[in-house]
């Protein structure tokens, strides 16, 4: 068949740099105890003085996040990060800069509010019980749309938090060596959704086999111009030096 301009196809595109990710889901915060804490004893809201940005590290978040620095240092050379970025809240910047310090390199660590949590609006501090408590209609709209499609008032859906990380992949495809990127439990899984090109079931299915946990690591590598996860939610480093692992299920749950 003759070949027109439409329907020639077009070059392949270059390999976009960094060529691996390490994705870090901070460690365990203030605010994973305090859901903890409410799950259990009922109640609908979390207990929590202060804002979601502004949540910092528990004490056993501090210990993993210095295990995660021990898991750096360890990388090989190849794989060791040469640049650093962070969401923007408290608990993301702690995991950063006490990993690093761990490890021994001296990188700054560069914010984005792309690389942010989910901003989950009027469903904001709710447990379980108070979304179906208080919120009924937002519970039901859950169910139905699905954790990707579902946005809630004033909130994002999944596919809202994939958008703006598209944006800062593309931002960042120029940078020479690995990075590590310290965030958030769904930021790690939407990444593998970007990066991987997955589809809804591809990703449900993810998540459905098993969380996020504080401080474990994700490596993501690019091969031929395709992406694939060679560790995911790996917290080998944390049981190596005897730091406890927490499956708090977060956001991916």
Excluded: I
Excluded at 15 to 37: I, K, Q, T, W, Y
Excluded at 38 to 52: F, K, P, Q, V
């Amino acid at each position: 068949m003759r070949t027109t301009p439409e329907t020639q196809a077009s070059p392949a595109p270059a390999d976009p740099r960094p060529l691996v990710v390490h994705a870090v889901r901070h460690g365990e915060s203030a605010g994973n105890v305090a859901a903890r804490d409410a799950d259990r004893r009922g109640l609908d809201r979390l207990e929590l003085d202060h804002r979601d940005a502004d949540t910092p590290l528990s004490p056993l978040g501090a210990e993993q996040a210095a295990a995660l620095g021990v898991a750096l240092r360890d990388l090989d050379p190849d794989e060791r990060p040469v640049a650093v970025w962070s969401s923007p809240y408290v608990r993301a910047r702690q995991t950063a800069r006490l990993a690093l310090e761990r490890a021994g390199l001296d990188l700054p660590v560069r914010t984005d509010d792309r690389l942010r949590d989910r901003e989950l609006g009027v469903l904001d501090r709710l447990t379980r019980r108070g979304v179906e408590r208080l919120h009924p209609d937002e519970a039901a709209a859950r169910r139905h749309l699905g954790k990707l499609y579902h946005r809630p008032a004033g909130g994002e859906s999944w596919l809202d938090v994939a958008l703006r990380l598209r944006s800062w992949v593309t931002d960042v495809r120029d940078e020479e060596g690995p990075l590590l990127v310290v965030t958030h439990d769904a930021v790690v899984v939407l990444l593998r959704y970007v990066l991987e090109r997955l589809d809804e079931e591809g990703v449900m299915e993810l998540v459905r086999e098993h969380g996020v946990r504080n401080a474990s690591l994700t490596t993501l590598v690019r091969r031929g111009g395709v992406w694939s996860a060679e560790r995911f939610d790996d917290v080998a480093h944390l049981r190596d030096v005897g730091a406890p692992v927490t499956e708090h299920a977060g956001e991916v749950r």
